[in-house]
Every structure is written in structure tokens, then in C-alpha cells.
T-cell receptor, first 114, second 114 residues
Framework: EDKVVQSPLSLVVHEGDTVTLNCSYEVTNFRSLLWYKQEKKAPTFLFMLTSSGIEKKSGRLSSILDKKELFSILNITATQTGDSAIYLCAVEGSNTGTASKLTFGTGTRLQVTL | DTGVSQDPRHKITKRGQNVTFRCDPISEHNRLYWYRQTLGQGPEFLTYFQNEAQLEKSRLLSDRFSAERPKGSFSTLEIQRTEQGDSAMYLC????????????FGPGTRLTVL
């Protein structure tokens, strides 16, 4: 059974700090790893990672995947109060090679204070 | 707005009643997924469709749950004889297979069973 473990479960930082969120996984027939941000509504897509060692970057957010060690990290630099949210990591395994269901972790709750 | 839409956004029902939720995916997206999210947990996969065909169902989807996508566009999720344990956020996601396999989520339907 596919499994995703995220750490820490929650985190409180001051505005301007840099944070690193961790995601480890076990999946059969790995296809991709995704990061989502969830505020008081549906998850919004951040990154999809399929290859090891290639950093994906969007503004102050970046993420990288290590397929050998089966983990990914999400970095947020110069945090702002608007970054406060739950960050979800999900993996996709596929027996057919095409897109399939996602298995999510429980998320990391990030709170950024002034 | 061309994102995934779900209706209703909130539903309160009494135990034993039947409820039906609707999901309208992003136009032309051929894959449609249903997930359930309870407080403090990440979304859990329920089922998914490719066009009108239901390709996979989770063990979480008991015989009280049924999902349809009759014309390959919108989908409905029905829960019969609701139980308090069915209280959750029901999320729908869609993707265009082969073009961008990222799953985009709708706002969800929050179900409360009294």
C-alpha cells in the first residue's frame, strides 16, 4: 500500500524565516510526487516532480525530489503571512504508466507570524 | 471561472438520509477523481473515471456509495443511508490525460451528518 509521511506536522515561524518541509514516501511504480497548498478550501497545485535532483522553483518556493532515498523537500524562503496554510505532499503510482490516483500525507500546517 | 466546480458547497443531513453531490470538471478534462478529506488528514482516494468509465474504486467506497459520470462530463457521488462517519469534505479533481496529468481540485462539498 502506498504511503506518504510528512514532517513536521506543524510549524510556527516568523515572517522572513526560511522553512523546509519534508515528505518521505513508499509507492509501487512511482510516477510523480506533487505538492499542494491548502488554505480553508481545496488544495491548490504547487509542483509536480518526476525526476531526481531537478529543482522546481516558483518565486520563493522550491522543491526537489530524491528517488533513491524516497523523499522530497519543499522550501519556502522569506516567508510571509500569506504562506500560512497546510502543505500537502502526494505521490502517484501507476501500474499502467498513465496518470492515476494520488496518495496524500497528512500535511504540514505552517503558521507564519508577524 | 473555468476551474472545477462542485455543488453544493455545504450539506447538512440527518443520519439515514441519502445525499448526492455534483462535480463539474474543467472543460474537456477526461479524467475525474473523487477524494474524501476528514479533519487533520490528507485527502483519501475514493474513485476515478476516464470519460464515462469508472476505472478504479477504493476499499473506502462501501456499497452505500455510488458514483457516476454518465456522459463523460459532470459526475455525481451519492451516499445512501448516511452515517455520522461519512461527515467529511468531498473533493473532486480533474485532469486532461496525456497533456497535463496534474490533478486540479474543486472547492469541495462539506458534508455534516447529524
Amino acid at each position: 500500500e502506498d504511503k506518504v509521511v510528512q514532517s513536521p506536522l506543524s510549524l510556527v515561524v516568523h515572517e522572513g524565516d526560511t522553512v523546509t518541509l519534508n515528505c518521505s514516501y513508499e509507492v509501487t511504480n512511482f510516477r510523480s510526487l506533487l505538492w499542494y497548498k491548502q488554505e480553508k478550501k481545496a488544495p491548490t497545485f504547487l509542483f509536480m516532480l518526476t525526476s531526481s535532483g531537478i529543482e522546481k522553483k516558483s518565486g520563493r518556493l522550491s522543491s526537489i525530489l530524491d528517488k533513491k532515498e524516497l523523499f522530497s523537500i519543499l522550501n519556502i524562503t522569506a516567508t510571509q503571512t500569506g504562506d500560512s496554510a497546510i502543505y500537502l505532499c502526494a505521490v502517484e503510482g501507476s501500474n499502467t504508466g498513465t496518470a492515476s490516483k494520488l496518495t496524500f500525507g497528512t500535511g504540514t500546517r505552517l503558521q507564519v507570524t508577524l | 471561472d473555468t476551474g472545477v466546480s462542485q455543488d453544493p458547497r455545504h450539506k447538512i443531513t440527518k443520519r439515514g438520509q441519502n445525499v448526492t453531490f455534483r462535480c463539474d470538471p474543467i472543460s474537456e478534462h477526461n479524467r475525474l477523481y473523487w477524494y474524501r478529506q476528514t479533519l487533520g488528514q490528507g485527502p483519501e482516494f475514493l474513485t476515478y473515471f476516464q470519460n464515462e468509465a469508472q476505472l478504479e474504486k477504493s476499499r473506502l467506497l462501501s456499497d452505500r456509495f455510488s458514483a457516476e459520470r454518465p456522459k463523460g462530463s459532470f459526475s455525481t457521488l451519492e451516499i445512501q443511508r448516511t452515517e455520522q462517519g461519512d461527515s467529511a469534505m468531498y473533493l473532486c479533481a480533474s485532469t486532461l490525460l496525456g497533456v497535463s496529468d496534474t490533478q486540479y481540485f474543486g472547492p469541495g462539498t462539506r458534508l455534516t451528518v447529524l
